[in-house]
């Protein structure tokens, strides 16, 4: 009930491979090199996707608004209208350090 998918068993990407015969899984040594259930994987992320986008005039901003004039009994009033067409996404950035991944199962500090 309420259960997460990355935590389901047999999928758990930075656990070991589950056998116990492992000298590395006395629970005192936490070793942050590789992951031995992926061998090309780290702990560490190095790139992610972006909350930005570009409009056709190739501005890049969160969101982009256009003022538009509404004339009600004679009274002219501007409003802002939220632009949500042909903008296209900035894609993946490389971040400028490496950040430790949020499934990775270390404590960094304890208090």
Same mark, same amino acid.
């Given at each position: 009930m309420g259960g997460s998918g990355s935590k389901s068993k047999g999928f758990w990407p930075f656990s070991g491979s589950g056998?116990?015969?492992d000298p590395t899984k006395d629970g005192n040594e936490q070793s942050l090199a590789r992951v031995r259930s992926f061998p090309?994987?780290?702990?560490?992320?190095?790139?992610?996707?972006?909350?930005l986008f570009f409009d056709e005039d190739g501005d890049l901003a969160h969101e982009f608004y256009e003022e538009t004039i509404v004339t009600r009994n004679g009274r002219k009033k501007a409003?802002?209208?939220k632009i949500q067409k042909n903008l296209?996404?900035?894609? $993946? $950035?490389?971040l400028d350090h490496p950040c430790i991944h949020v499934d990775f199962p270390v404590v960094i500090c304890e208090a």
């Open positions: 056998s116990s015969d090309g994987a780290t702990p560490f992320v190095f790139t992610r996707r972006s909350s409003k802002l209208k296209t996404p900035q894609g $993946i $950035i490389k």
